[in-house]
């Protein structure tokens, strides 16, 4: 359990509404939500969620912060905005998923292993190194997060996939050599870091 | 002097042997034939896509898409922003509507630009090639360059999700979007209905969460064929991979026999304007669009 989330259990006690309201992306839209379900009902991945957005916002108001924040149901997020465009009260839904799921992590608190947060966490980085996507190093790292031996599998497993995409010249070996990428990286990296102090400092999420 | 111009941002996806290189060789054809000036944003950044929120979070992910905004106005001012991808579109259509209600978050964003020597003013608007197609020129401009109309081609439109919700194409419904059908018929291709037309990939997911993912992909795939149609069109990059290239994947798990080609709607319009095979890069599809080709070397 990361220090930032004792200090926010100390400040906010049980009314973690509030914790959402002030912290999380979006979160002061949550108290709006009327129950009606649509927003579950729209979702791509409905039946996969363990608690779906409706529950999720009575949850907050309910004050189950550990049930919310170490869930893995907003990793489920597809990002495909059906329930934002259908909620009758027009809530970001969508936004306030990603930022439940952010603040989770972030604290430590969201269920290690689960494969969205990992494949994001590979995928912020992996453009970060360069400013641009690195798409040959992301399948890799993805096949080869369990190791090496689970790596090949993988990579066995999807190989009909990869030649295809060899064969279309949709996917070039070189790029694990001389990637595509910007030129001021130097910038990025300074203008990133500069980013992430102030959220950090707005959000109290100082590691 | 070209009859439009923009300043271009193609997005990672786009870049030369990527997953949609062939996307970018036919929007080039395109705006050739339309008279289309695409100036690309020089040293343009990745957007953050749309799992970039996991570890990037709120500023971090603004402050990617204002570089690009920033660097269009510094070089390329007065020009509209233009991305080919969806979710590139989305994203810095987000953060430019994030900055632009927020003046905090705008002077965070340019705190953290000022590390790179630049600053967002909030001027350019970004826009979706398929919004310059059909609000700047409209379908009528786009039919004067066809040569040869793709009679007989039977399409099922596939929008997906993101150049569709939430901010969509003006004018369009979120649940049955016609743009793109209403481009198929302009260059004289049959539009399928079918009922899987803005049904979700799993975007991502498809990496993350394969079973759950080619279960979506198996329900449009499943309803083009079901509707009569030879090829799926779509204007999303992730989308376009995904339906494409995991069909043998669903094969294997859902026991079908899936093989339908999926293409973008600019090596439609570029066949249609008379482009090779090669300008319109039929070449970089994975399953071939035989009938697209046919059609592409006729004289």
């Given at each position: 359990?990361?220090?930032?989330?004792?200090?926010?259990?100390?400040?906010?006690?049980?009314?973690?509404?509030?914790?959402?309201?002030?912290?999380?992306?979006?979160?002061?839209?949550?108290k709006m939500c009327m129950q009606c379900g649509v927003c579950s009902g729209s979702c791509p991945f409905g039946p996969h969620w363990a608690h779906p957005p409706q529950e999720i916002f009575m949850m907050i108001r309910?004050?189950?912060?550990?049930?919310?924040?170490?869930?893995?149901?907003?990793?489920?997020?597809?990002?495909?905005y059906n329930c934002i465009v259908r909620c009758p009260r027009k809530l970001p839904i969508t936004h306030i998923m990603h930022g439940l799921a952010n603040y989770a992590h972030r604290l430590g608190l969201a269920p290690k292993g689960q494969p969205t947060r990992e494949f994001g966490k590979m995928f912020w980085n992996n453009l970060v190194a360069t400013g641009r996507v690195n798409e040959?190093?992301?399948?890799?790292?993805?096949?080869?997060?369990?190791?090496?031996?689970?790596?090949?599998k993988n990579a066995m497993a999807m190989k009909d996939v990869g030649l295809g995409m060899l064969k279309a010249k949709r996917l070039n070996p070189f790029e694990l050599f001389s990637p595509h990428g910007c030129?001021?990286?130097?910038?990025?990296?300074?203008?990133?870091?500069?980013?992430?102090?102030?959220?950090?400092?707005?959000k109290h999420l100082t590691s | 002097?070209?009859?439009?111009?923009?300043?271009?941002?193609?997005?990672?996806?786009?870049?030369?042997?990527?997953?949609?290189?062939?996307?970018?060789?036919?929007?080039?054809?395109?705006?050739k034939t339309l008279d289309i000036k695409l100036t690309q944003i020089p040293d343009w950044n990745c957007c953050g896509a749309s799992i970039g929120y996991a570890e990037g979070g709120e500023l971090p992910r603004h402050?990617?898409?204002?570089?690009?905004?920033?660097?269009?106005?510094?070089?390329?001012?007065?020009?509209?922003v233009v991305a080919t991808c969806a979710a590139c579109w989305l994203g810095a259509r987000e953060t430019k509507e994030r900055l632009g209600a927020s003046a905090q978050l705008l002077a965070d964003t340019n705190e953290a630009l000022k590390e790179a020597g630049l600053s967002y003013k909030g001027e350019a608007e970004i826009r979706h090639m398929v919004e310059v197609l059909i609000e700047d020129l409209g379908y009528e401009e786009l039919a004067k360059p066809v040569v040869k109309p793709l009679a007989g081609l039977k399409i099922a439109g596939y929008v997906g999700c993101q150049t569709n919700r939430p901010f969509g194409i003006a004018g369009e419904s979120f649940e049955n979007p016609k743009y793109l059908d209403k481009l198929i018929e302009t260059v004289g291709a049959e539009a399928v209905p079918y009922d899987q037309k803005v049904t979700c990939c799993g975007g991502a997911l498809a990496?993350?969460?394969?079973?759950?993912?080619?279960?979506?992909?198996?329900?449009?795939?499943?309803?083009?064929?079901?509707?009569?149609?030879?090829?799926?069109?779509?204007?999303?990059?992730?989308?376009?991979?995904?339906?494409?290239?995991?069909q043998g994947e669903v094969n294997k798990r859902f026991g079908t026999k899936f093989n339908i080609p999926v293409a973008y709607y600019s090596q439609l319009l570029t066949v249609a304007y008379g482009g090779s095979?090669?300008?319109?890069?039929?070449?970089g599809q994975v399953i071939r669009p035989t009938k697209l080709e046919e059609l592409a070397s006729k004289k």
């Amino acid at each position: 359990m990361s220090e930032a989330n004792t200090q926010a259990v100390e400040k906010y006690r049980n009314n973690f509404l509030k914790e959402v309201e002030e912290r999380v992306e979006e979160g002061e839209w949550v108290k709006m939500c009327m129950q009606c379900g649509v927003c579950s009902g729209s979702c791509p991945f409905g039946p996969h969620w363990a608690h779906p957005p409706q529950e999720i916002f009575m949850m907050i108001r309910a004050g189950k912060r550990d049930e919310v924040l170490t869930s893995d149901s907003m990793w489920m997020c597809t990002s495909c905005y059906n329930c934002i465009v259908r909620c009758p009260r027009k809530l970001p839904i969508t936004h306030i998923m990603h930022g439940l799921a952010n603040y989770a992590h972030r604290l430590g608190l969201a269920p290690k292993g689960q494969p969205t947060r990992e494949f994001g966490k590979m995928f912020w980085n992996n453009l970060v190194a360069t400013g641009r996507v690195n798409e040959l190093k992301l399948s890799l790292s993805l096949y080869f997060k369990d190791g090496f031996s689970q790596g090949i599998k993988n990579a066995m497993a999807m190989k009909d996939v990869g030649l295809g995409m060899l064969k279309a010249k949709r996917l070039n070996p070189f790029e694990l050599f001389s990637p595509h990428g910007c030129k001021d990286r130097k910038g990025i990296h300074a203008m990133l870091k500069k980013a992430r102090e102030i959220e950090d400092r707005r959000k109290h999420l100082t590691s | 002097m070209a009859k439009k111009e923009y300043a271009f941002y193609p997005g990672c996806s786009s870049q030369t042997k990527a997953s949609s290189s062939n996307y970018l060789v036919s929007v080039n054809s395109m705006c050739k034939t339309l008279d289309i000036k695409l100036t690309q944003i020089p040293d343009w950044n990745c957007c953050g896509a749309s799992i970039g929120y996991a570890e990037g979070g709120e500023l971090p992910r603004h402050v990617l898409n204002a570089r690009n905004f920033a660097l269009a106005e510094q070089h390329l001012s007065g020009q509209d922003v233009v991305a080919t991808c969806a979710a590139c579109w989305l994203g810095a259509r987000e953060t430019k509507e994030r900055l632009g209600a927020s003046a905090q978050l705008l002077a965070d964003t340019n705190e953290a630009l000022k590390e790179a020597g630049l600053s967002y003013k909030g001027e350019a608007e970004i826009r979706h090639m398929v919004e310059v197609l059909i609000e700047d020129l409209g379908y009528e401009e786009l039919a004067k360059p066809v040569v040869k109309p793709l009679a007989g081609l039977k399409i099922a439109g596939y929008v997906g999700c993101q150049t569709n919700r939430p901010f969509g194409i003006a004018g369009e419904s979120f649940e049955n979007p016609k743009y793109l059908d209403k481009l198929i018929e302009t260059v004289g291709a049959e539009a399928v209905p079918y009922d899987q037309k803005v049904t979700c990939c799993g975007g991502a997911l498809a990496f993350s969460e394969p079973e759950k993912s080619q279960k979506q992909i198996r329900d449009i795939v499943e309803s083009a064929y079901d509707h009569g149609a030879d090829m799926i069109v779509t204007p999303c990059p992730l989308c376009q991979a995904n339906v494409e290239i995991y069909q043998g994947e669903v094969n294997k798990r859902f026991g079908t026999k899936f093989n339908i080609p999926v293409a973008y709607y600019s090596q439609l319009l570029t066949v249609a304007y008379g482009g090779s095979a090669k300008d319109a890069a039929l070449d970089g599809q994975v399953i071939r669009p035989t009938k697209l080709e046919e059609l592409a070397s006729k004289k």
